[in-house]
């Protein structure tokens, strides 16, 4: 099943855009990386808080949907560490609490270093509507 997650999570075209890449998947689980280029960087020379949020809730997405099943988010919010311009970043996404309806997950954006960069808190609605997996 995680293998086919995964195929299903290529599709992201945001994602993919952004550079995002999907390292892992399990049941409640997702860490993705970014290689930062200076298409990242904001005026100040530093990675833009939106390209942190979007590696953040990729990872959150994958987690939050690792079951087969649509979750969609409900709520999410961040917090920003540490500034950072270059290297590489990791987001790990894992599952707090899972019920019928809600969900809670704990996203750590770090840096190769396991510097933490930023925390994501995100809540999903678990809808019953299956994904559409080959």
Do not use: C, W
């Not at 997650?5 to 993705?32: N, P, R």
């Not at 099943?69 to 990791?90: C, E, P, R």
């Not at 969900?103 to 559409?132: H, P, W």
């Amino acid at each position: 099943m995680a293998q086919k997650i995964a195929a299903f999570f290529q599709k992201d075209t945001y994602a993919a855009l952004t550079g995002i890449k999907l390292l892992d998947v399990s049941e409640g689980h997702a860490k993705a990386m970014l290689e930062i280029t200076e298409n990242h960087l904001n005026s100040a020379g530093m990675v833009h808080g939106g390209v942190i949020f979007t590696l953040a809730d990729f990872a959150f997405e994958v987690a939050s949907n690792s079951y087969g099943t649509l979750a969609l988010a409900i709520n999410a919010q961040i917090s920003f560490f540490k500034a950072v311009s270059a290297g590489v970043l990791y987001a790990e996404a894992n599952e707090v609490s899972r019920h019928p309806k809600l969900a809670s997950y704990s996203i750590d954006v770090t840096n190769e270093t396991g510097d933490l960069i930023a925390s994501f808190q995100g809540m999903v609605y678990r809808k019953k509507d299956l994904l559409k997996i080959e």
